[in-house]
Every structure is written in C-alpha cells, then in structure tokens.
C-alpha cells in the first residue's frame, strides 16, 4: 500500500490529473468548486497495472494555503511535482520543491501537463530544461519527468507506468507495532458516527482496538476501517485510512491529533533536533525568534533556541531546541518544517533527534553540542532499540547482527534497553549478544499484550463458565510462530497478567461464576450423581440436564471428574473410590476389572473408565489382567 501526493503551483492542473488518473474528483468543498481551486486536501485513490493499489493526497498550490499543503505531504512515499508546460517553474513550484526536499520525500515524478495546449517542441524541451534546473541538488534531481495531458489523457498510460516503477524500487513501510495516524479529516456520517482520516505509518490498525487521541488524550474504540472506501479488519502501514470511533464525537477533535493505541507515545513540548535553513531564504536565523512548526499534520508556534552560534545563515545546517506552544507527538527522525508567522515564508526544516529532552540546554555548552552530535549518528542503545523495532522479535543473536555493533557495545546497549524498560525478555535467559533468548522492543510488546488480552478477554466475555480459551486455539488467533507465542505466554504468566491450567489460558482476573439459575441446575445435577454415586448419569445425561457450559465448567473446576469421555464422577465419589482401590492394593498388591466392579456394585464400563483414568493419573499400573499400585 503506498501513499502518494502532489506538489506544484496554483492552476498547474493537479486536481485534474488526479481525476484523470481516478476518475475521482479531490475538490471536495464547494468554495473548491466555486473557485476551481484546490483549498484544503483532497484525496482519490487507483490501481497501477501491476495490481498495486496507491492513494493520493492532492494539495493546494496557492500561496494562501501553503500551510494545509504542508499537511497532505506529510507521509507520503512519493511526490508528483506538477508543472503546467505554458507556465513552466512559478514562485510555489521552487516553494514546493524546497519542501519536498527539506522533507527528504523518498521519490518523485516530474509531470509535464497540459501539453496540449503547446505544440512547439522546442517550448517543451526548454520547460524541461527550466525544471531540471530548478530541481538540481534536491531529492527530486534524478526524478523521471513525463508529459502528459488530462484533457486529451495522453501521456496517462506512461504516467501510471512510471509510478509502478518508482514505487516497486522503494521498501515496504515496516510494522513496528506502535500504529500512528496522523488526523487529516474529521468528520460524521449519518449511521456510522465519527470518522477520522490519515496516512497510517509505524504499526497497523485493528477493528476493536482501543485507541487514544494525542495530544487531547481522549480515548475511544476502533468501531471500523475503511482504506480506499473499502472495508478492511486490518489498516496496514503506508495506507490512507479511514477510521470508524465509538465514543467520541467529531467536535471533540481536529487535524494535528494522533490516532495511537494507548500508552506507546507521549506528547511533548520541547524537543531537539537538527535545522537546515534555505539558500533562499530571506534572512538569518535568530535565537528565540517566534516559527510556525509543521510535524505530520500538526501546527504550533514555536520559539527558537540556537544553539552554539547566536544566527544561523541561509543555506547552513544547526542545533536547535524548540519550546512548542502546543504538544506535538513526534519520535526520534520524525521530519519537520519550520515557516515565518508573518510574512508567511517557508525557512527551512529538519528532523527530530530528541523528542524528550531532559529540560533546556545551555546553549553554547560544548558537551550538550558533542551528545547531540552523537545523538544525531545513533547511540549503540539507539541502534539496536531501532534493529529490535524493525524485527518485531527476533533471538538477541538476530537483532546484534541487525544493528552491526560489536558484541561489547551491543552488551552494554541491551543492558540499558532493558533496565530502560525499552527492550522486553520474553524468555528466561541473558541478554547478552550471543544467546537466542528471544526480546522485543516495549511498543511491539504492549502491542502483542494488548492483542492477546483482547482476544481473551472476548472469549471470556463469550464462554464466561470456561477456564479459557484453548492454548492452540489461541496461538492460531495471534498468528504466532511456536517460540515467540510460548515466550508470550511466559512473560505475560510471569508478570501475572495471565494464568495457563490444563491446556486452557485465562486472564489472571478471570473466575467462573454461576448464577441462580445455574445454580439450581447444578444442584439438580449433584442429586442425580447422590443417588447413584458409582453408577452415574452419562456425559449426555448430564449435559441434557444442566447444559454443555456448566458440565464442562464443573469438570475444569474439579468439581466433577472426568474419567473418559463419557464417564463422569462428583469429586467426592471419585475420591472415594480412589482411597477404597488403594486400600486393596495395599492389602492384596493388585486388583482385577471385575474385582473393582463388584467393590463398587457398579457395571464393568464405570470399573474400567475409573481404572483406566487411575492409570492415566499415575495412581495404578496395569500388570496383565490386574491393577497394581504405582509407587
């Protein structure tokens, strides 16, 4: 699934290209229609002809709204740089561009449009010639560059062909298990409620989730998905998704929030990072000067604190803290953009290295700068933190060789991972590099447990009279292979979170209750077995009088004993006869079928479903025709 979006100038033709590409008109709002001007963002979606499916975020050109613009480019895999061929590069192309390249967007196309309204083949050649200049020493300076034309559709075809082949060059985003979703749209539809929209990045999305909104806080439940107007149980990473939320209203929230599972990310208003201003633009960076910073689809003012120089010149790279007014949810290598309030000018940007600093830097201490340099190449905790996110779980062996440290640099980093609490042991073992003691990184763990303990917490919910859900039953559910759902199971045991009984795993708070009803049905059931203790009503009987759930929820309790499958006997019966057989081996050394049926005056199929069960349990041994006592 990819996620793509345009750039360029004012009347370029994007939107027309979108709708040509989709057939899906982006101008949503009716002043977009008025105007013929795409205002805020707009989406549409196709299916390139190698069956993959991509979406596209179309974005204003004009200089007016340069700022929603700012949010339809945020996570996006690659960018469609739209010039209009009788216009050619205009003041918002070069600002598009810049963007794109502070950005760091991974690939592009350059689109040539409206080639049909020129026909001097000399007039092309030098539009091209124009955006290849205006592109050099950008992200987009090897871009391919194809004409084509909305209106007469030619060029369509190549333009699609093109898309395939750039995007099949670029990697999958990875599922690192802290799903993140950008709010772009919100809004409400009549039968369904509220309905939030973003590009999914960093984990995938489930129906049922619970979820939680950054930086308001406010939580809610996934009620459903949608990905290209399509019904989806599972938003996967890069999708443009739709996201159906039960308890909350649409007034409650707005572009900027981040849809997030709870507990894996934390709002911040100070963060760290590396800046680089524009050659163009039109002064120096100043310490605590007042920016607008842009961050996924989020806006807040901010002031600036240079560090280790008091300016910093057009087109030079720097340390910066900055003091938000407002949270934004950002992690380690999150890109930014930084623009002048007023006049509104784009200055530069750059990307997040701290996004929890302990407090305010001194500004020119030369530790602070060398830690943020260090900060800036990844510390060793860093790098094999970042190998453990990419892998999901993997041996301790497996994520070292991912991180390329050497084994005492990748010690020391799992060491404080682990006493950080960012790294997860799942099985008993140490953490050193070179065992297979398998780990996690803590957001893909909490994301496992969360899955875990809603699927049992929903079995419990369905079956509440059962121990719980069977242990295969529940490994098929989560998908897992064999070690990592056993180091699951060990870890969440461990941490009392869950409890594992006869091949049944329950929540640790789950007990089976009966009500009156059931109550009076087992002790109808109990007065059956009083009055026939060794020669008791069948499976069949049982269930036809107290029902499947409580005869089964008595046998895992231990009120009933389950000598085969079809002969049941009260604990206190079944006890009974245990200590009598045993007093007869003790005295005689062995016992036969038929003695055993004429101890208890009972058939030969209750004898035999008692001794074969007293075998099973490691009470007796067979020895020929009789029983003996195993000791």
């Known amino acids: 699934m990819r996620v793509i979006g345009t750039a360029g100038h004012v009347d370029h033709g994007k939107s027309a ?21 795409t205002i805020d963002l707009g989406f549409g979606w196709l299916t390139l002809p190698d069956g993959q499916e991509v979406g596209i975020v179309d974005v204003p050109g004009h200089r007016d709204f340069i700022e929603n613009m700012l949010a339809g480019v945020a996570g996006i895999d690659a960018v469609l740089l739209v010039v209009a061929v ?8 070069r600002e598009h561009i810049a963007i794109v390249d502070l950005l760091q967007v991974r690939a592009g196309i350059i689109v040539l449009t409206k080639t049909d309204l020129i026909s001097d083949r000399e007039w092309l050649e030098a539009v091209e010639i124009d955006v290849k200049t ?26 699609r062909a093109t898309l395939g082949r750039v995007l ?25 409620g509220t309905i939030v929209t973003g590009t999914l990045s960093d984990g995938s999305l489930r129906i049922g989730d619970e979820i939680q909104l950054l930086p308001s806080g406010l939580s809610g439940r996934i009620r459903g998905l949608q990905t290209h107007r399509k019904k989806v149980d599972q938003a996967v990473p890069g999708s443009r998704t739709a996201v159906n939320i039960s308890g909350l209203s649409a007034d409650q929230m707005g572009r900027g929030e981040v849809l997030i599972h709870p507990g894996q990310y934390e709002s911040t208003r100070r963060i760290d990072a590396r800046v680089r201003l524009l050659s163009g633009a039109s002064s120096p960076l100043l ?45 380690r290598g999150d890109a930014f953009i930084l623009r002048r309030p007023s006049p509104g000018e784009t200055l530069g940007g750059g990307r997040v290295v701290d996004p929890h600093p302990g407090g305010r830097h001194k500004r020119f201490d030369k530790e602070v700068l060398e830690g943020l340099d260090a900060l800036a190449q990844g510390s060793p905790a860093d790098v094999l933190f970042e190998a453990a996110l990419a892998l999901g779980a993997a041996p301790m062996n497996d994520l070292v060789a991912r991180s390329h440290l050497t084994p005492a640099a990748a010690e020391s980093a799992a060491v404080q991972l682990i006493q950080d609490g960012r790294l997860v042991l799942l099985e008993r073992g140490e953490s050193t590099p070179g065992t297979d003691a398998w780990a996690m990184a803590r957001p893909a763990w909490q994301t496992l447990e969360q899955r875990a303990t809603r699927i049992l917490a929903e079995y419990h919910g369905r079956y509440p009279l059962r121990a719980g859900i069977p242990r295969e039953e529940l490994k098929s559910r989560l998908h897992l292979p064999a070690r990592l759902f056993n180091g699951m199971i060990h870890k969440m045991s461990t941490e009392n979170a869950l409890r594992e009984a006869s091949h049944a795993i329950a929540l640790a708070t789950h007990e089976i209750r009966f009500d009156q009803q059931q109550r009076s049905e087992i002790d109808r059931l109990m007065r059956r077995f009083a009055e026939n203790p060794y020669g008791p009503p069948s499976l069949k009987e049982c269930q036809d009088l107290a029902g499947d759930e409580i005869v089964a929820a008595l046998v895992s309790s231990g009120q009933v004993i389950a000598a085969s499958s079809e002969v049941l006997f009260r604990k206190e019966d079944y006890d009974s006869m245990v200590a009598k057989i045993r007093a007869v081996l003790e005295e005689k050394g062995q016992i036969t079928l038929a003695e055993t049926r004429d101890l208890f005056h009972t058939s030969r199929k209750f004898a035999q479903a008692l001794l074969e069960h007293l075998d099973a349990s490691g009470i007796t041994r067979r020895s020929g025709d009789s029983r003996v006592l195993l000791r």
């Open 17 to 37: 290209l979108i709708e040509a590409l989709t057939g899906i008109h982006p101008d949503r709002l009716k002043e977009e229609q008025d105007r013929q001007m």
């Open 86 to 93: 009788d216009e050619g590069v205009m003041p918002q192309t």
């Open 134 to 159: 205006a592109v050099e020493g950008t992200v987009l300076e090897r871009a391919p560059i194809v004409r084509v034309s909305a209106r007469s559709r030619v060029g369509l075809d190549a333009l």
């Open 168 to 192: 099949a060059s670029e990697t999958d985003r990875p599922d690192l298990g802290r799903p993140r979703l950008p709010i772009d749209r919100v809004f409400s539809m009549s039968g369904f």
């Open 287 to 331: 310490h605590n000067r007042e920016v607008k910073v842009f961050a996924g689809t989020s806006e807040t003012a901010a002031v600036i604190r240079l560090l280790g120089r008091e300016a910093l010149p057009p087109g030079q790279e720097g340390w910066i803290q900055l003091e938000l007014r407002n949270p934004l949810v950002c992690v």
